[in-house]
């Protein structure tokens, strides 16, 4: 069976569609609470940022932008998922795994299709 290629940009933008909500919904609460003290309220800056840079460096021509953002999504993904781990997947170190394959998925992609 062949692969629906030309669906291929279409899942493209869904995934930078997607991983807004998704940061969102992981931090929002550590942002929210607005603890300048804490490394994980950076952390989650960070992440909405770059996410949000993510999506918008969908729109120009050069991947420059699309290839930081998902860099560092990436690393603070690993950063949280590691912190986190306690020698067992829970959920948390799941979930961070998500926003990690994607922001990887873009730094090695760029905006290419």
Known sequence: ???FK???????????LV???????????VVSTLNFHNISFYTGIGMFVF?????????????????V???IIFLISLYKAFISFNGI?????VEQLI???I??????NGNDK
Do not use: C, E, Q
């Open 1 to 3: 069976m062949k692969s």
């Open 6 to 16: 030309t669906g291929l940009p279409v899942a493209i933008w869904f995934l930078r």
């Open 19 to 29: 991983i807004i909500p998704y940061i969102f919904h992981l931090y929002f609460n």
């Open 51 to 67: 996410g949000v840079l993510l999506f918008a460096g969908g729109v120009f021509s050069k991947p420059g932008l699309t290839i």
């Open 69 to 71: 953002s998902g860099l």
């Open 89 to 93: 997947f829970d959920m948390f170190f």
């Open 99 to 101: 926003p990690a394959a």
């Open 103 to 108: 922001g990887f998925f873009f730094f090695s």
